[in-house]
């Protein structure tokens, strides 16, 4: 199983950007995803989690994203996306992709996303 993140960079504050991560080895549709985040000095958290369709395709936000971040997802592109506007600089940090396969589950690689002026 390998999940591939990408679309994280540089970006102000009030500005937007749009997360991806494309799963491979694994039927896609089965498995709940999830974001998750790392700042600096400080530990993993969830940011946002949508299980499949067959759960209902239920959301789940963490509060400091809520009304700002958007998590979704195309099980016909095995991909996981994660909308995110109004960014602040707390939302600084690398974002990991997370899939709930059997046993401790599969990490992406992260990617960074700052957010400074």
């Known amino acids: 199983v390998q999940l591939v993140e990408s679309g994280g960079g540089l970006v102000q504050p009030g500005g937007s950007l749009r997360l991806s991560c494309v799963a491979s080895?694994?039927?896609?549709?089965?498995?709940?995803m999830s974001w998750h985040r790392q700042a600096p000095g400080k530990e993993r958290e969830l940011v946002a989690a949508l299980t499949n369709r067959r759960a209902g395709s239920k959301t789940d936000y963490a509060d400091f994203v809520k009304g700002r971040f958007t998590i979704s997802r195309d099980d016909a592109k095995s991909t996981v996306y994660l909308q995110m506007n109004s960014l602040k600089p707390e939302d600084t940090g690398v974002y990991y992709c997370?899939?709930?396969?059997?046993?401790?589950?599969?990490w992406g690689q992260g990617t960074q996303v700052t957010v400074s002026s």
């Open positions: 080895g694994l039927t896609f549709r089965n498995y709940r």
């Open positions: 997370y899939a709930h396969t059997p046993g401790p589950g599969t």
